[in-house]
């Protein structure tokens, strides 16, 4: 089966301009996490959904950051306006579903410079 | 709160060397503990995964153990490979939020000929 698809793998803004990441999550998975990684540590969950409900968004900074699951497949994470801080590698991941440990199945990523 | 602590890398071993890559957590209760690799260019895999205190996890001939007595789940594996030269990631899961993985900082292994 296909894995998680992101896109764009690379992208570099300037500082205050919007940007937008999207993922395409395994077939018939239901639960979409995004996570940040910041070079030399691990990834950090952003925000978690179940099919289209965005159910924990708690570490998500909501004044640049904002995400949508629009029929609860593909996914977008957008950062507007951005800022240096946010020069990270942002992964998507998914999983059949939550309530119990599904193994979480990661994108490649998209590795975001902002100058 | 809960986290994951690892060695530093990065790691430099010579083909055929021992690995170990130390791992030790911090949590409130007990937790499903991992280690995920990650290849260039790559997303995270999980490598393998042990849910109780003194389980093994094993694949692609690396192992850990869960101990509970000294908190940590340390990655082994015999005799590396150039093909085994990723970041490796430790990390845990409380059973009370099967979704939150708490991942450590990752370390870096390079293998060479």
């Known amino acids: 089966e296909a894995g998680v698809v992101q896109s764009p793998r690379y992208k570099i803004i300037e500082k205050k301009q919007p940007v937008a990441f999207w993922c395409n999550p395994i077939?018939?998975?239901?639960?979409l996490y995004w996570y940040l990684q910041n070079l030399g540590q691990g990834p950090e969950l952003l925000i978690r959904?179940?099919?289209?409900?965005?159910?924990?968004d708690s570490q998500l900074p909501k004044d640049r950051f904002s995400a949508e699951r629009l029929k609860g497949v593909d996914s977008t994470l957008k950062i507007q306006p951005a800022e240096l801080g946010d020069s990270a590698v942002y992964l998507c991941a998914s999983s059949r579903d939550s309530g119990a440990y599904n193994e979480q199945f990661f994108g490649p990523g998209t590795r975001l410079t902002v100058l | 709160g809960d986290s994951v602590t690892q060695m530093e890398g990065p790691v430099t071993l010579s083909e055929e060397a021992f690995l170990t890559i130390n791992c030790t957590y911090t949590a409130t209760g007990y937790p499903s503990l991992f280690w995920y690799v990650q290849y260039p260019g790559e997303g995270l895999q999980l490598l393998l995964k042990?849910?109780?205190?003194?389980d093994k996890g094993s694949n692609k001939g690396f192992e850990a153990t869960y101990r509970k007595e000294t908190t940590s789940f340390h990655l082994e594996k015999g005799s590396v490979q150039v093909s085994d030269s990723a970041v490796y990631f430790c990390a845990l899961i409380m059973k009370t939020s099967y979704d939150k993985v708490i991942f450590g900082p990752g370390t870096s292994l390079s293998v060479i000929p």
């Open positions: 042990a849910t109780k205190a003194d």
């Open positions: 959904y179940e099919n289209e409900e965005a159910v924990d």
């Open positions: 077939s018939g998975h239901n639960t």
